[in-house]
């Protein structure tokens, strides 16, 4: 079982900047990939940036440029570095982490969500 906590959401005018985090506690074979998604009311759920175990990311194009994503293996923390932000970046951010248990398994978790609300 892996729990995942974020923190950083919060409100911020447009133009401005948010770091999140996210901290995957429990037991794992492997974290293999690092996600965030998010929602905007009424809107799917929808990949924002990822990043595997080795450090390979990838970007939805509305973000590309303006987000960063990392991650600390030692310390099963990944981070969005997001600057410029847009009204339109509101949404809740979740956390998403593919892990391999220890029966070698693929399992899916998410983190409870964290709120970004970009004023124009």
């Known amino acids: 079982q892996v729990q995942l906590v974020e923190s950083g959401g919060g409100l911020v005018q447009a133009g401005g900047s948010l770091r999140l985090s996210c901290t995957a506690s429990?037991?794992?074979?492997?974290?293999?990939?690092l996600a965030w998604y998010r929602q905007a009311p009424g809107k799917q759920r929808e990949l924002v940036a990822s990043?595997?175990?080795?450090?390979?990311?990838n970007y939805a194009d509305s973000v590309k440029g303006r987000f960063t994503i990392t991650r600390d293996n030692a310390k099963n923390t990944v981070y969005l570095q997001m600057n410029t932000l847009k009204p339109e970046d509101t949404a809740v951010y979740y956390c998403?982490?593919?892990?391999?248990?220890?029966?070698?398994?693929?399992?899916?978790?998410w983190g409870q969500g964290t709120q970004v609300t970009v004023s124009s």
């Open positions: 990043v595997t175990r080795g450090g390979s990311t």
């Open positions: 998403n982490a593919d892990v391999e248990g220890w029966d070698l398994q693929q399992y899916v978790y």
């Open positions: 429990g037991t794992a074979y492997s974290i293999d990939v």
